[in-house]
């Protein structure tokens, strides 16, 4: 039973355009929530997190979104860069902070058009 | 400062062969976590060390895995006997522990093992 789930394993998005990435999850105990980006042969890397007290979070191009009602959460990348290009993955956590496992979803691969 | 190193990066073996991999966390990091992912699908947690002790360990698939982290630095993770489910790529990820909601972990690059 999948508590995070990425519906679209892709999306394609023109350079200068916005890309927003999506994800539900089905746990009400999930309080922390985070975007990675993976690159082809590289590990993760974290890219913004939003906790459950706030319904955005903004930094710099990237901005996340929750909607804690809908238990959706939303990542938009303003504007779109080829740099940009990747699987990003949404992960959840019931506590706040680094010291507790994450759910992860199955990704949704970006892939930014000139 | 170094990030996390995992060795090897690939690895190919046949099933029933015993892999060890290694992971390196980065220095002062207590939290180290070990995660696992199968082609297309989520990443999907292992097991959690603080310093040497297992914090959690439900996500190990079964008794044929052994992780181990002797002095709280470095961890292993055994498979034996290798089975072709447990093909994927391994990751480890480390963390202070801070209560800073704007850091996560570091990933390591990950180990591709290909169980034939």
């Known amino acids: 039973d999948q508590q995070v789930k990425q519906n679209s394993p892709s999306l394609s998005v023109q350079e200068g355009r916005i890309s927003i990435l999506n994800c539900d999850y089905t746990n009400s105990m999930f309080d922390y929530f985070l975007w990675y980006k993976k690159y082809p042969a590289e590990g993760p890397t974290f890219l913004i997190s939003?906790?459950?007290?706030?319904d955005k979070n903004e930094d710099g191009r990237f901005t996340v979104f929750l909607n804690k009602s809908a238990k959706h959460l939303s990542l938009h990348i303003v504007p779109s860069q080829p740099g940009d290009s990747a699987v990003y993955f949404c992960?959840?956590?019931?506590?706040?902070?680094?010291?507790?496992?994450?759910?992860f979803g199955t990704g949704t691969r970006l892939q930014v058009t000139l | 400062e170094a990030g996390v190193t995992q060795f090897p990066s690939h690895s190919v073996i046949e099933k029933g062969q015993t892999v060890t991999l290694r992971c390196d966390p980065i220095s002062g990091h207590d939290n180290l976590y070990w995660y696992r992912r199968v082609m297309g699908k989520e990443i999907k947690f292992l097991l959690h060390?603080?310093?040497?002790?297992?914090?959690?360990e439900s996500g190990m698939p079964n008794n044929r895995f052994l992780a181990e982290r002797t002095g709280g630095t470095y961890s292993t993770l055994k498979v034996q006997p290798a089975e072709l489910e447990d093909s994927g790529v391994y990751f480890c990820?480390?963390?202070?522990?801070?209560?800073?909601?704007?850091?996560?972990?570091?990933f390591g690059s990950g180990t591709r093992l290909t169980v034939v």
């Open positions: 990820a480390s963390s202070h522990g801070t209560d800073n909601i704007n850091y996560g972990y570091t």
């Open positions: 939003i906790s459950s007290i706030k």
């Open positions: 992960a959840a956590s019931p506590y706040t902070g680094t010291a507790s496992k994450l759910t």
């Open positions: 060390f603080v310093k040497e002790s297992k914090q959690d």
